[in-house]
């Protein structure tokens, strides 16, 4: 049965009738099309993909194998501090423990855990006897059961080294790391060896401890007055009847209010090397764990010694002086290098037979004949470098830093021990997901489900694990929800999504609430025909 439209009055052009006296709105203003929260289908997909794009960026990597029988990589790894707690004074027992990439998100994804990023000869404790027995490893086959899953109890490698990063603590002033309050950017060592033999274990570093000045120098910094500018030191500045330049003086201080806000990096502190200036470098750590390679310092390949600053009030005139010292030493050098290219060139001279004479000195042709038998052997660079800086100081090395080692018979043994030194180390990268993989695109590859198992790309890494598990559990509960709707071909309004919802939370009130206005707004919607 169809309802007649009710009368619109001819002298009012709004969407507002009456039946029975009862003011009623036209379906163009109905309730469920007025909802902040309606969208089309198409919205919704279009909105769907692109968070589904964006979930994708979050976690390319397939997660489905564990890498620990792979042996030791240098591969990302995670510390769970759910599973293996850190004690609150460092100098308690304490039994770290890292897992691989794979592991943090199907084993630990619900677990705190720490990003330690990349660490060489590693390999994943999951399922070892680092971690209860309660905690199994479910991506590796268990061994008495044939199965995928239930893994525990294992013998860790004895290879794997830890350091303070396993218990969040991270550079020289061992600070808990809080993603969400630090700022600017930390650098991980290359690393020469072990908190165990004197260095730091590939640890991170906040460019103001490396000079001594702490993490948050930048504060202090902040916090003292600024001399003016015009050389009045602190004076206030002189009054001016132009009202001109006092606008101007305004704006420009708003502007570099609005700059300070907008910068939210830390700087760096004076005497560190600007980011692009080099690729790689070690603490002062593992240079005193290692003095012989204090001697690269401010040589090819190498920056110069960037000094921990344990005396900050040193005058400036001794350094000026030392300066001045090595200046007249460099010129010394060169004076006596040309002098003695000087002489070269003149027992050249005396050695070249005249122009046009055929005749050469036999001795001389049987001298270059030897010299080209003679196998070539590499000559010890350590006497041509300066001497070592003296002090505590960092490393900074350049792409390059590994072609400018001296690799004689004497000098080779202090690199062996470490490849790092030798040649660009290879890091372990798990395989692309099947979704990623295809086209290198996002869009329109994989299925709702796998792809819904990434996280958003700038979401915290714990946050993006549980947004996935929570986007998962969330999408079985929808599933027939959506399907009903499917099956009748009707359309879905906002009042059945808000009390589908209140059904879910168990908001027995606001399910009687959308009741009622679902039945109220249907009636209006027919009263619109």
């Not at 004076?270 to 690269?296: M, N, T």
């Amino acid at each position: 049965m169809t309802m007649d439209p009710p009368p619109v009055s001819n002298d009012s052009h709004d969407a507002l009738g009456t039946v029975d006296g009862t003011a009623t709105q036209s379906r163009t203003n109905s309730f469920s099309q007025q909802s902040d929260n309606s969208q089309t289908a198409a919205d919704f997909i279009r909105d769907q993909l692109q968070l589904e794009a964006d979930a994708r960026e979050a976690l390319p990597y397939s997660f489905e194998n564990c890498t620990k029988p792979l042996g030791s990589l240098r591969q990302n790894v995670f510390a769970c501090l759910t599973c293996n707690p850190p004690p609150e004074n460092p100098a308690d027992p304490f039994k770290p423990a890292g897992v691989c990439y794979s592991c943090s998100v199907q084993c630990h994804g619900e677990h705190e855990l720490v990003e330690i990023f990349q660490k060489r000869n590693f390999t994943c404790d999951c399922g070892t006897t680092r971690f209860t027995p309660e905690q199994q490893c479910t991506l590796r086959i268990n061994p008495e059961t044939n199965t995928k899953g239930g893994v525990h109890s294992e013998q860790p490698n004895a290879n794997n080294k830890y350091n303070q990063n396993f218990s969040n603590r991270f550079c020289a002033c061992s600070v808990d790391y809080k993603p969400h309050e630090q700022k600017g950017t930390m650098f991980q060592c290359l690393g020469l060896g072990t908190h165990e033999t004197g260095g730091c274990g590939e640890d991170w570093y906040h460019p103001g401890c490396l000079v001594g000045l702490g993490p948050n120098w930048y504060e202090k910094q902040a916090k003292q007055p600024k001399q003016s500018s015009d050389g009045n030191d602190g004076t206030l500045p002189p009054i001016s009847e132009d009202p001109t330049p006092q606008n101007d003086t305004h704006q420009q201080t708003n502007g570099n209010e609005g700059a300070e806000e907008d910068d939210e990096d830390a700087p760096l502190p004076d005497g560190f090397p600007a980011e692009d200036a080099f690729d790689h470098f070690l603490c002062y750590k593992c240079v005193e764990a290692h003095p012989w390679i204090k001697r690269y310092a401010g040589t090819p390949g190498f920056l110069p010694a960037v000094f921990v600053q344990t005396d900050r009030e040193a005058p400036l005139s001794k350094k000026r002086k030392l300066e001045d010292d090595n200046l007249s030493e460099d010129s010394g050098r060169n004076k006596r290098i040309k002098d003695g290219s000087e002489e070269a060139e003149g027992e050249a001279e005396a050695i070249l037979p005249a122009p046009g004479s055929s005749d050469a000195d036999p001795q001389v042709k049987d001298e270059d004949s030897k010299k080209d038998e003679v196998p070539h052997v590499a000559k010890c660079k350590l006497p041509s470098l300066p001497p070592a800086p003296v002090g505590r100081f960092s490393l900074f090395m350049t792409e390059d830093f590994r072609d400018h080692f001296c690799r004689c018979a004497a000098c080779f043994p202090n690199l062996e021990p470490h490849p790092q030194l030798l040649e660009e180390e290879d890091a372990y990268e798990p395989p692309l997901s099947d979704g990623a993989s295809e086209h290198n695109s996002t869009h329109g590859s994989g299925s709702l489900y796998e792809r819904g198992e990434s996280a958003l790309k700038n979401v915290d890494r714990v946050r993006a694990i549980e947004g996935v598990m929570a986007y998962n559990h969330l999408k079985e509960r929808l599933k027939p929800f959506f399907q009903q709707f499917a099956e009748s071909g009707k359309a879905i309004g906002a009042e059945d999504i808000k009390e589908y919802f209140a059904k879910l939370r168990g908001d027995e009130q606001v399910i009687k609430d959308a009741g009622e206005a679902a039945k109220e707004d249907h009636r209006q919607e027919q009263d619109g025909y």
